[in-house]
Nanobody, 118 residues
Framework: VQLQASGGGMVYPGGSLRLSCTAS????????MRWFRQAPGKQREFVAS???????TYADAVKGRFAVSSNLANNTIFLQMNRLEPDDTAVYFC?????????????WGQGTQVTVSS
């Protein structure tokens, strides 16, 4: 299974971007999809998650500005990012987590660069 992330780019502060992440095939047992980000010189951090039940959670830094959604019929998740700030600059990674008898299995996308700058 491969995850393909897209939608990154460069925007001014206050702008918006919509990221997408699509799996190459349906993942049996998929139950959690997440977005992470990694800024230069920093550790990768959690951004948002959505369960197969559509329950969502967000990091405090993005609450009220970002929205995660999914279209599992197309094996795709989205991250709508509004009111972007320079601190949102990072490489954004998607993650799909599959339930398995041996423990959860994680699939990662390759990352897409988001740059917020004036």
């Amino acid at each position: 299974v491969q995850l393909q992330a897209s939608g990154g780019g460069m925007v001014y502060p206050g702008g918006s971007l919509r990221l997408s992440c699509t799996a190459s095939e349906t993942i049996i047992g998929l139950y959690m999809m997440r977005w992470f980000r990694q800024a230069p010189g920093k550790q990768r951090e959690f951004v948002a998650s959505i369960l197969s039940t559509d329950y969502t959670t967000y990091a405090d830094a993005v609450k009220g500005r970002f929205a995660v959604s999914s279209n599992l019929a197309n094996n795709t998740i989205f991250l709508q990012m509004n009111r972007l700030e320079p601190d949102d600059t990072a490489v954004y990674f998607c993650n799909f987590r599959q339930a398995d008898v041996g423990g959860p299995v994680d699939f990662w996308g390759q990352g897409t660069q988001v740059t917020v700058s004036s």
